[in-house]
């Protein structure tokens, strides 16, 4: 019998699980998409519609995430908080890129009722170390917009280098977006890749 997502994929830290959603996860995933905190920020998580809160979004949600995971194109990982079994929030790897760079974007966002407790840094360092060792990643970028300090001040704890301005980057809240770049390798956290490395180039 096959193993579920979050078997082959769970990551647990002090205070945290970190892993794929599953069907069991509806109740508790409605509870904080309908009453999550008010917006504080246009970075912030939202709440959904109601709409966009039953269990036939929620199923095709799952469906959409286990396909980009068997294709190897976008992993999402749900945080959630250990004593309570609250979601926290969420870290992604996006549009992973094999080939020559083995690479991935990275997201996140925690839910402000949850900021100050040092849950950001804790998930996305943790999903970082999977993408360089279980996901034989070699680069993870985070894109940012430049007046997103607190975004900034957790890539900078986190270890990432800022390595630029990405000019009209993405187009976001009906425009483009400029982002700064902050980036790591596996070497830069003492990962040796362990990706093949006589793949060839097609």
């Known amino acids: 019998m096959p193993l579920e997502a979050s078997e082959t994929q769970m990551i647990k830290t002090k205070r945290l699980i970190i892993r794929p959603l599953e069907k069991k996860d509806f109740k508790v995933w409605r509870e904080s998409r309908l009453n999550g905190p008010e917006q504080k920020n246009v970075w912030d998580l939202t709440r959904r519609k109601p709409e ?81 060792k279980k996901l034989k990643l070699h680069r993870i970028e985070a894109g940012i917009e430049p007046i997103n300090r607190r975004s900034i001040m957790l890539a900078r704890s986190l270890g990432l280098r800022k390595e630029g301005l990405k000019k009209r980057a993405i187009f976001l809240r009906n425009k483009w977006v400029d982002l700064v770049m902050y980036t790591a390798t596996c070497e830069d956290f003492g990962i040796k890749w362990a990706g093949a490395t006589n793949r060839p180039i097609r």
């Not at 194109?73 to 969420?90: A, L, M, N, P």
């Not at 900021?115 to 804790?122: F, H, V």
Request: charged content about 20%.
């Open 52 to 132: 966009e809160c039953t269990w036939p979004f929620f199923k095709k949600l799952l469906q959409n995430q286990n396909r980009q995971r068997k294709d190897d194109k976008f992993y999402h990982f749900t945080v959630f908080e250990r004593d309570s079994g609250q979601i926290v929030g969420g870290v992604s790897l996006m549009e992973v890129s094999r080939a020559l760079s083995q690479s991935a974007y990275l997201g996140y966002g925690i839910y402000n009722s949850y900021w100050g407790r040092g849950y950001g840094k804790e998930a996305v360092s943790a999903v970082i170390n999977h993408g360089f």
